[in-house]
Structure formats: structure tokens, C-alpha cells
């Protein structure tokens, strides 16, 4: 097989992610991205021609209850237990 990737790709991608690698470990991972790597090109081998792109394996459905527009809560009732309003909005503490 190939190499997809090198050695010294898979320490530059290890210093942009801010990890600290051993050498048998930098030796690993080449040798496990080129294996997935390698895996990637067999699935692009496949002809996907009329194939629908899918976003989950499996159909969901939504299980929430539709949208229906209802009348909202009235203001003055909405207000009628605040600790303090001024009529039209709550009135809270001020927060920085």
C-alpha cells in the first residue's frame, strides 16, 4: 500500500492539535491514517451513481406534535405574579 500520509504530516497535524507524540506513537498513528486512508480510496472505488445521499442509516421521523398557532398568555395575567413590573415588562436586577 501507498503511504497517503507522512510522517512528518501526521506531526504537523499532532502540533496544530497541541499534542505531545513519542516516536513509536507518531510511528503508529502514520501507520493507522494511512490504513484509514487506504480505506477511503477502496469506498470511493464503489459506484454511488442514483444512490440518495442520506443523512442518518436509519429514516427518522419527528415525534414532536405539529406547530399550531394558539392565543399566547395575556400581558397583564403573564405579570400578575412578578415580584416587580412596570406595567409592560418584568423588572429584574441589573446584570454586567
Known amino acids: ?3 497517503k500520509i507522512s510522517r512528518e504530516e501526521v506531526r504537523h497535524v499532532a502540533v496544530l ?4 507524540q513519542s516516536e513509536s506513537e507518531e510511528e503508529r498513528m502514520t501507520g493507522q491514517m494511512n490504513q484509514i486512508l487506504g480505506y477511503m480510496d477502496k469506498l470511493n472505488e464503489l459506484d454511488t451513481t442514483g444512490v440518495p445521499a442520506t443523512t442518518h442509516a436509519i429514516q427518522l421521523e419527528n415525534v414532536f406534535r405539529p406547530d399550531e398557532v394558539h392565543p399566547s398568555l395575556d400581558r397583564q395575567e403573564a405579570l400578575a405574579n412578578s415580584p416587580e413590573a412596570d406595567g409592560t415588562n418584568f423588572v429584574v436586577p441589573k446584570v454586567i
Open 17 to 20: 492539535a497541541r499534542l505531545e
Open 1 to 3: 500500500m501507498s503511504e
